[in-house]
């Protein structure tokens, strides 16, 4: 019912965590930052995660990843290769220690099948990159509507509040103003 938003992928994110908030589930928009350091490239990623409460004290924590094999595709992959990422699901739920052997496994193979071909291993390959995406520092929001500063709409700009503090220009008499 909601592949229709399939071609914005932020989208058809937020709606799926939408719809699953709807039906009662603890979910939220994950997103994970990392900088540069120890030979690890800086990056970010989202995806969807589900907190289920076990106990007042334990909680359960489900990963909903709507393009999860892709994150794995490689340039020139071996027939070994190519037949693992067959295998691997388009749509990724489970909890954690499913998660981490998947990537672990995928990570490793990734490696062998781009040495064997003589590639290099880019660093948004490597093992920690991709453990990064899902387990590293995160933030958790349910926000249905990601805000875009960069397409204000006439609505927005009319909103925004002015003070005068500029003074009538000599040259075409036009009054200066500067937002707050």
């Known amino acids: 019912m909601l592949s229709f ?3 914005d992928k932020a989208i058809f994110r937020r709606k799926v965590m939408a719809y699953l908030r709807q039906v009662g589930y603890n979910a939220a928009i994950c997103k994970t930052k990392w900088g540069s350091s120890g030979g690890l490239t ?17 909680q359960t924590r489900y990963f909903v990843d709507l393009d999860f094999a892709s994150e794995f595709e490689i340039a020139r992959p071996t027939t070994d290769y190519s037949r693992l990422l067959q295998y691997l699901p388009r749509v990724f739920v489970g909890k954690s220690e499913e998660l981490k052997k ?8 990734a490696k062998r099948s781009l040495k064997s071909k003589q590639l290099s291993l ?13 387990f590293g520092p995160y933030r958790r929001t349910t ?38």
């Open 5 to 7: 938003f399939k071609t």
């Open 42 to 58: 800086a990056g970010n990623y989202e995806f969807i995660d589900v907190v289920q409460s076990i106990s007042p004290t334990r």
């Open 102 to 109: 998947m990537v672990n496994l995928m990570s490793d193979s």
């Open 122 to 134: 880019p660093p948004w390959r490597k093992h920690r990159y991709m453990q990064n995406k899902w």
């Open 143 to 180: 926000n249905q509507i990601q805000a875009n500063n960069s397409s204000l709409s006439p609505a927005t700009i009319n909103n925004v509040q002015c003070r005068y503090v500029g003074f009538e220009d000599a040259v075409n008499g036009s009054l200066f103003i500067r937002t707050r």
